[in-house]
């Protein structure tokens, strides 16, 4: 078993870049995401005892790694740009963030004498988790101050949960186009003349940047975590990292943020270290030591997400390839949702998944900790 922490450290790097280099290169692989290679390649290194399942490392990159970022992402949504998504796709999005608080509401009804106080917990951190992605998972679950028995239970589950999720949306266009409307020519393009697909793909695309820049961005997302844990500090009321979220959002906004580059950049390669350390502690034992119970709650949560949808998205007339990569936009954030529109060559869905998914960083935050407050007002497992 490796245990010093600069060779994990070592080794946690060396997987992300292995998930890129594969997600690049590998037809295959493309269709899966570096995200989710990057929590495969971290379960298959803790169930098969190469490394430990506790390290300081882990505390880093799970800690600060993470909240930086979460900083670095949001700094580079221009909110502007959004729009750029179109009506279909955030209203797609809006039916699954709905869908995923009303699957989070039922399953807390659900398993409330099974998880008792910490349901409220367990229901707001997936619903963060359902609404933007793992790193969600992680800041909500922080926040709500999730047990570590049961965070850990819940992270395993999470990641099966997404796994399954990213098939469906892959295989759901097809079992199920002829009851839809067919996706717009204009979703559906093929990248123009002398434009690869990977032009569109925010791990590939060239960006250049100065020292100057990611200095400035190095700088800025520091003062930005001591500033949301002063302000933490100040005001408990409000967990430190809404006010990470908050403060970092409207900064991206400001024309120095704007012109600055890097951001997207430098907070995909802190992501993904985080989403190696997630699937690290991907242990299965974890979700039988909390009970299967924690498994079925998440496919609940995302079992609903997707009737509501895929329901409620029929009913309005919205196409599969709208649908699809707005509720894995949902599920798995902006990396999984770029593999949906990748490997159904809806190029036109591959900005507008993007868009929306980076949205969910922060709208998943505020989304989580609200589920959460509504369940325990409610009084479900108290």
């Not at 067919?182 to 060239?206: I, K, M, N, Q, Y």
């Not at 020292?211 to 933490?232: M, N």
């Not at 649908?323 to 900005?351: D, I, K, M, N, T």
């Amino acid at each position: 078993m490796i245990s010093d922490p600069l060779a994990i450290t070592t080794l946690i790097a060396g997987a992300a870049a292995l998930a890129f280099a594969l997600d690049r290169h590998v037809p295959a692989l493309s269709k899966v995401g570096a995200s989710l290679l990057c929590i495969v390649f971290g379960a298959v290194l803790s169930n098969t005892g190469l490394v430990p399942i506790d390290s300081v490392t882990y505390g880093v990159i799970g800690g600060p790694v993470t909240s930086l970022a979460i900083a670095w992402l949001l700094l580079s949504v221009n909110l502007a740009d959004v729009r750029r998504a179109g009506p279909r796709v955030l209203a797609a999005f809006g039916l699954a963030c709905l869908g995923t608080a009303l699957g989070a509401f039922v399953a807390a009804v659900v398993f409330g004498g099974v998880f008792g106080a910490d349901t409220w917990r367990l229901a707001g951190t997936l619903t963060g988790s359902y609404s933007g992605g793992s790193v969600n998972f992680v800041a909500v679950g922080r926040g709500l101050e999730l047990p570590d028995r049961l965070f850990a239970g819940a992270t395993a589950a999470d990641n099966v949960t997404t796994g399954l999720w990213l098939g469906a949306t892959l295989l759901l266009p097809i079992w199920l186009r002829r009851f839809y409307p067919p996706v717009p020519d204009d979703l559906g393009a093929s990248p123009a003349s002398g434009e690869a697909p990977e032009d569109h793909h925010p791990f590939f695309t060239r960006m250049p940047a100065s020292t100057l820049d990611l200095a400035l961005l190095g700088a800025v997302g520091l003062g930005l975590l001591l500033a949301a844990e002063q302000l933490g500090r100040w005001i408990p009321l409000i967990p430190s990292v809404l006010w990470l979220t908050t403060i970092a959002l409207a900064l991206g906004q400001l024309p120095l943020f704007q012109t600055a580059r890097g951001a997207l950049q430098l907070g995909n390669v802190a992501l993904h270290l985080f989403f190696v350390v997630i699937g690290i502690f991907s242990r299965f034992s974890e979700i039988m030591t909390v009970g299967i119970e924690v498994f079925f709650f998440t496919l609940i949560v995302v079992g609903l997400q997707g009737v509501v949808v895929f329901g409620v998205g029929r009913l309005v007339r919205l196409d599969l390839g709208t649908l699809s990569v707005a509720s894995q936009a949902a599920v798995g954030g902006p990396s999984s949702a770029l593999a949906v529109a990748v490997s159904r060559q809806w190029q036109g869905l591959v900005l507008p998944g993007i868009l929306i998914g980076l949205m969910g960083y922060a709208v998943g935050n505020y989304l989580g900790f609200a589920l959460g407050y509504m369940v325990r007002a409610a009084g479900i497992g108290l």
